[in-house]
Antibody, heavy 123, light 106 residues
């Protein structure tokens, strides 16, 4: 069974750093892009970016470029999303998701999703 | 950025009804469009990709159509599990989601 299992909820203070994880299983990790999607409280979905674990190529939405870093570790089939300095506006649920295979475009639909990680940033 | 606009924002319907949700793109996305269902407190679930291709395991009462800038998601006969929020997603130029359509019980 293909699964993406995310790390647990986080409560952080403004200015702190954070790295959340997305552990994958049940498929070949290096063959699919993994993406991250933000959902602020009571709001819709926002596409943040993607990583291709085979070579760590990353693509970011212009809205999130420079604000977060996406990475992956092939040895433990895990993708990461990290912040160097959190702000209150980063409070949201963050989902990782597997991108379906599609050539010729950066993004594509996500067929398997993690359960989400709630990040709360408050002083 | 390509903007995606869904209508209506909220839709009230009854079990057994046929409903249609519309998604409009600010510029052509060809057929590079997906639809998701999100239940409260849960992750989104892929229903349709490439505008009209049904994801494996999704009931056939769900269907998608359209190309270019105008797309529709149709549920032919609403079931109790279908009351949720629905999102469209374009992936022609990076990716953006619509603002969502909440399907409520009338």
């Amino acid at each position: 069974e293909v699964q993406l299992v995310q790390s647990g909820a986080e409560l952080k203070k403004p200015g702190e750093s954070l790295k959340i994880s997305c552990k994958t299983s049940g498929y070949k990790f290096t063959s699919y892009w993994i993406g991250w999607v933000r959902q602020m409280p009571g709001k819709g979905l926002e596409w943040m970016g993607l990583i291709y674990p085979r070579d760590s190529e990353t693509r970011y939405s212009p809205s999130f470029q420079g604000q977060v870093t996406i990475s992956a570790d092939q040895s433990i089939t895990t993708a990461y999303l990290q912040w160097s300095r959190l702000e209150a506006s980063d409070t949201a649920i963050y989902y990782c998701a597997r991108r379906i295979t599609l050539f010729g475009v950066v993004a594509a639909a996500f067929d398997i999703w993690g359960q989400g990680t709630m990040v709360t940033v408050s002083s | 950025d390509i903007q995606m606009t869904q209508s209506p924002s909220t839709l009230s319907a009854s079990v057994g009804d046929r409903v249609t949700i519309t998604c409009r793109a600010s510029q052509s996305v060809s057929t590079l469009l997906a639809w998701y269902q999100q239940r409260p407190g849960k992750a989104p679930k892929l229903l349709i990709y490439k505008a009209s291709t049904l994801e494996s395991g999704v009931p056939s009462r769900f269907s998608g159509s359209g190309s270019g800038t105008d797309f529709t998601l149709t549920i032919s006969s609403l079931q109790p599990d279908d009351f949720a929020t629905y999102y469209c997603q374009q992936y022609s130029s990076y990716s953006t989601f619509g603002q969502g359509t909440k399907l409520e019980i009338k």
